[in-house]
């Protein structure tokens, strides 16, 4: 693998200070040495990108660009560690990967790591991060996005998806594949492509589900909330077309299926505890209207 690295930004002390609302108390940033670095690491075509860090962002999109360009953003407690933290890209047999190394291979309280990283394509997507969001756009294959804090977006994939967070939201829009989405506190968002067989599965504790399906998905799809209610809304392209059968209802759940029973998904499930449950069909080749709508 052949890395090399564009340009170091200039370091910097930035003291952050917090004032206490109560007391009066102030609180230091004690990872308060920082700084930015670039690489360039050679594109393998139909490779995944496989990135771990912990307490950082991650951005991974498609980009109009000849290699796999990557900006680590790096904070440390002291000068001495971050002149000794490195960030790696390398390709090993399931694909490239991206992360940081800290000295003596451990990370201390406050220190973290966050990657932008722009490629001309990828067949897999694997992102662990503890404290920050994930964003991933424009790529394809196996989507696995994992963090304990942050919101999860998945834009135009062409593939599964299967993302979780403990805290945030999570959005899945213009998926072609499967959708497995679990998040404790936070809404989820999704939308099928055109075509996209299914199935979804999302569960939340605290937020609504929005999930929309295309009039040629074929499956069962299946509502329950303990606080809220379940809506279903085929806007005006199923009627008259008999391919929506409700199998039951009640003030909480909702239980249908759609298309063809013979070539029917596996089920698709929506649970939250705490939050409304909203079901669509939408006109195939009509994506772009759904997007921005909750």
């Not at 200070?17 to 670095?37: N, P, Q, W, Y």
């Not at 594949?177 to 199935?199: C, E, F, K, M, Q």
Request: net charge negative; with cysteine; aromatic share 4%.
């Amino acid at each position: 693998m052949r890395i090399r690295r564009m340009h170091t930004a200039a370091k910097f002390l930035a003291l952050t200070t917090i004032a206490c609302l109560l007391g009066g108390c102030v609180f230091i940033d004690s990872a308060r040495f920082k700084e930015t670095r670039s690489l360039v690491a050679v594109h393998e075509p139909g490779s995944a990108i496989v990135l771990e860090t912990a307490n950082g962002g991650v951005i991974i999109r498609r980009a109009d660009v000849d290699e796999v360009e990557i900006t680590a953003r790096i904070k440390a407690r002291t000068q001495e560690r971050l002149d000794a933290t490195e960030i790696y890209a390398r390709e090993e047999t399931d694909g490239l990967h991206i992360g940081v190394q800290w000295p003596g291979e451990h990370r201390q309280n406050n220190e973290g790591c966050s990657f932008e990283v722009l490629a001309p394509d990828a067949a897999g997507v694997h992102v662990r991060t503890g404290n920050g969001g994930v964003t991933v756009e424009g790529l394809a294959g196996l989507a696995d996005l994992h963090t304990s804090n942050g919101r999860v977006t998945v834009h135009d994939h062409d593939g599964d998806v299967d993302a979780s967070t403990s805290n945030g939201a999570i959005i899945a829009e213009d998926i072609t594949g499967a959708v497995h989405a679990d998040t404790s506190n936070g809404a989820v968002r999704i939308v099928l492509a055109d075509g996209s067989p299914g199935p979804v599965t999302a569960s939340t504790s605290n937020g609504s589900i929005n999930a929309t399906f295309t009039d040629s998905f074929s499956g069962e799809i299946s509502g329950a909330t303990s606080n809220g209610g379940v809506y279903f809304d085929k806007g005006d392209s199923l009627y008259g077309r008999g391919n929506v059968r409700l199998i039951s209802t009640s003030r909480h759940s909702l239980r249908l299926a759609l298309g063809d029973p013979d070539h029917a998904a596996a089920p698709s499930t929506l649970r939250t505890s705490n939050g409304s449950i909203h079901i669509r069909i939408r006109r195939e080749a009509s994506a772009s209207a759904e997007k921005g709508r909750s």
